[in-house]
DNA sequence: GAGACGTGGAC
DNA sequence: TGTCCAAGTCT
């Protein structure tokens, strides 16, 4: 008879098979192939205990980390997520609040617009969700900053569904493991998608830890640099080290960034942030030499919908002071 | 599809 | 010290 295991093992016979025997993955289709199994294996042994994987985390906290994940090292993000969630437990309550409330307590996270598109998307739950998060994926990338990974991963860790969930991390340990290359392309094509779907066990309870399982397996085993291969579960497996590890391509293009507009923006929304009220035009003068870097730097925040130019001056967080006329 | 978009820790 | 890098999205 039959033994379904769907976490571990997937379905075998007893007699037929022993633990640790190495089989094609095509011995399973349709389940949990000894490759994933061991990935699985591994997670349920190294798996770092983070605040929006416990069982207690709601689909709204599980959305937060993922938007503040994003490019964003977990070390930093941690103490603001625990702040964000402590101040903001549910959308309608992020929702109720300026959107500069949003942007402040970002804090220094980076790449504040994720704080505004965060609360635009608390806003468009409440209006078109009932306040909930939507457990679509559709309906999730719909959503304000939210592409098609943040959807597909909170599909798969909030609500236990079946998703090809294709970050960085999966997409290089993949590459590796499958491909024999170091690293994967700049974007993820229809062919790493196609090969990330077959990949996923059936169960979507066990595909969404699958996805989770990999990506910890990058984050901390298949590193960009100085892959951790002795503790890899599946370096027997892996073309890459089996090829012999072959460099990559050319020369990747590194982004400055002292002296560019990104810097200059930085430290006027850092003045604002820093600031409880409204700022005037001199203070944000101080912050940054280039006049015309500075004025163009403003302009674009304003555009973006950082900063609310005020009508004597002044500059304010979004939302946080009454603009006259704008109702 | 290339480029814009923050920030700070690690080596 | 400078370069690389961290759970992407949008235009």
């Avoid at 500069?100 to 739950?125: C, E, S």
């Avoid at 690293?183 to 790493?192: H, V």
């Avoid at 298949?222 to 073309?239: D, E, F, G, L, N």
Wanted: some cysteine.
């Amino acid at each position: 008879m039959a033994i379904a295991d769907p976490v571990t093992r997937g379905t075998v016979t007893p007699g037929t098979v022993t633990p640790g025997t190495v089989f094609p993955d095509t011995v399973f289709p349709d389940t949990v192939t000894p490759r994933s199994g061991a990935i699985l294996d591994w997670y349920a042994a190294h798996q770092r205990d983070l605040p929006w994987r416990r069982p207690d985390a709601t689909p709204w906290a599980v959305l937060v980390s993922e938007i503040m994940l994003q490019q964003t090292p977990v070390a930093r993000v941690l103490p603001v997520y625990a702040a964000w969630l402590a101040r903001w437990p549910s959308p309608a309550s992020l929702a109720a609040s300026p959107a500069g409330d949003a942007v402040r307590a970002w804090g220094r996270l980076g790449y504040p617009r994720r704080a505004l598109r965060l609360h635009a998307t608390a806003q468009a739950l409440v209006e078109r969700h009932g306040g909930q998060v939507p457990a679509s994926a559709d309906a999730l990338r719909a959503l304000p900053g939210i592409g098609s990974y943040t959807a597909a991963a909170v599909a798969s860790f909030a609500f236990g569904q079946r998703h090809a969930v294709l970050d960085t991390n999966v997409r290089r340990v993949l590459a590796r493991l499958v491909s024999g290359r170091e690293l994967p392309s700049a974007s993820p094509s229809a062919a790493e998608r196609r090969l990330a779907e077959s990949l996923l066990p059936e169960p979507p309870a066990v595909a969404a830890r699958w996805s989770v399982a990999v990506m910890e397996l990058g984050a901390l085993v298949c590193t960009a640099a100085r892959p951790r291969c002795a503790s890899c579960p599946v370096a027997a497996s892996c073309a890459w080290r089996r090829a012999g590890h072959p460099a990559d391509g050319g020369p990747r293009r590194t982004q400055k960034y002292a002296g560019t507009d990104r810097q200059c923006r930085g430290r006027l929304l850092a003045v604002l942030r820093d600031c409880a009220g409204p700022v005037p035009g001199s203070q944000l003068e101080a912050a940054w030499a280039d006049q015309l870097q500075r004025s163009r730097a403003l302009d674009g925040l304003v555009a973006d919908g950082l900063v609310d130019p005020l009508p004597d001056g002044r500059f304010a967080l979004p939302g946080t002071h009454p603009v006259p006329g704008t109702h």
